[in-house]
């Protein structure tokens, strides 16, 4: 499953499939291979990052015009997550339609936003655990109109405020909501001060570092569908019913009692496991529900697939793509593996649900709302989905790198 950390793979072997093609000779080969070195693409390292903000900074430039520089320049810190199913021993991945247990496939959680010293326990290895696991659902709180509040607030910052006042009801004053919303964060979410413990960026650190998030995923549908009503000939995505979906998960203070005595690592500091553990994530998006015994119509509620599960709370899964969310869709009955490549920045508009994604497969002008709204120790997490039974959702491949700054 996912390797968790920095440039780490999990054994990917080839970063995409190769292409197969005449022999060449080696002067052909000799001009391939400075056409590869061309195109091959830079990543900075966390010390390469701070040693060019030094320089910058030595030049008794104030820290803003460093940032704007660094900013302005892409020169971030960044780090890839990486599951490639054939090294797993699989052709694909297939992800079913029709079926509420197996349409909604958890696929790989990123490193923690900035935390530079965290890691797994070194018992648990990246492609086992709960590490390789969705998180379990969790309410954050039973109202429904404070957990709209508490959403806002995640995926969308200082709007949910703008928002409040015409999605809240009047029964009950906005201001009690908001600071309820703000109140259950606080209860349930670590302080800055806490992961900063986690890491080696320079303090105080940023409260919104990512600056781009960059998706490759190989993968493919079943490979025949008919044209339906409405669906455009020359629109290949018109009608998919397979897609990608980019979630938040987030490590919650209250899940602390289930940590397992003797995971914490004295050898060095910031890296005491009993604050920070993978048992401890919560989903953030998927949103999540309470689980009611008497509802006997759990398949479809308001338009949303829900997955009922052991315990208090279940997974509500969108029964369409989310455009808040949504990160790629499957061209349609194209079984032949497609690599799609999806960057999203924190300089791009927000998302009006209003764009023509049947030509392209996904919002033509990025997502700088789910960008700007990732904090420190955030994990992007990517979701695999089909809907409706015929189809499929192929998977070879997911790769993320998250950009952030310094």
Avoid at 155 to 169: D, N, V
Avoid at 179 to 186: F, G, M, P, Y
Wanted: one cysteine or more; hydrophobic letters at 30%; charged letters at 25%.
């Amino acid at each position: 499953m996912p390797t968790p950390s920095g440039d780490a793979r999990c054994g990917l072997g080839a970063i995409l499939p190769s292409e197969q093609g005449q022999a060449e000779t080696p002067k052909e080969e000799e001009t391939a291979q400075q056409q590869s070195d061309q195109d091959q693409v830079f990543y900075p390292t966390l010390d390469q990052v701070k040693e060019a903000k030094v320089i910058l900074a030595d030049k008794r430039l104030p820290p803003e015009i460093v940032n704007m520089i660094m900013d302005k320049a892409e020169y971030w810190a960044s780090t890839k997550t990486a599951v490639n199913f054939r090294d797993l021993g699989m052709r694909v991945l297939s992800i079913s339609g029709g079926y509420p247990q197996g349409e909604n496939r958890f696929l790989l959680r990123s490193h923690p936003i900035g935390l530079t010293k965290w890691r797994l326990p070194a018992s648990e290895a990246p492609e086992s655990g709960p590490w390789s696991e969705e998180a379990k659902p969790k309410v954050v709180a039973n109202d429904d109109d404070v957990r709209d509040s508490l959403r806002a607030e995640d995926l969308h910052g200082s709007q949910a405020e703008q928002a409040a006042p015409s999605s809240l009801s009047t029964t009950k004053p906005v201001e009690s909501k908001a600071t309820l919303a703000i109140a259950t964060q606080k209860q349930t979410d670590h302080s800055k001060d806490t992961l900063e413990m986690f890491t080696d960026l320079s303090r105080p650190t940023l409260g919104n570092p990512v600056r781009k998030i960059v998706f490759d995923i190989v993968s493919g549908d079943q490979g025949h569908a008919p044209l339906g009503p409405g669906m455009r000939k020359d629109a290949p995505y018109d009608g998919s019913n397979t897609w990608f979906d980019a979630g938040v998960d987030r490590f919650d203070k209250t899940l602390q009692e289930s940590i397992v005595p003797g995971d914490t690592d004295e050898t060095e500091p910031g890296h005491d496991l009993s604050v920070l553990s993978p048992d401890m994530i919560r989903p953030v998006w998927p949103l999540s529900k309470v689980n009611d015994t008497e509802d006997e119509d759990r398949s479809r509620v308001r338009g949303r697939v829900i997955n009922e599960e052991p315990g208090p709370y279940s997974y509500v899964h969108a029964l369409h793509p989310d455009p808040q969310h949504a990160i790629q869709r499957n061209r349609r009955a194209q079984r032949e593996m497609q690599h799609h490549h999806v960057e999203w920045t924190w300089l791009d508009s927000s998302i009006t649900g209003d764009e023509d994604v049947g030509f392209v497969g996904h919002n033509p002008g990025g997502n700088g709302d789910f960008v700007r709204s990732l904090r420190l120790g955030d994990m992007v997490t990517v979701w695999g989905r089909a809907r409706y039974r015929g189809w499929n959702n192929n998977v070879q491949r997911v790769e993320v790198r998250v950009f952030y700054a310094v």
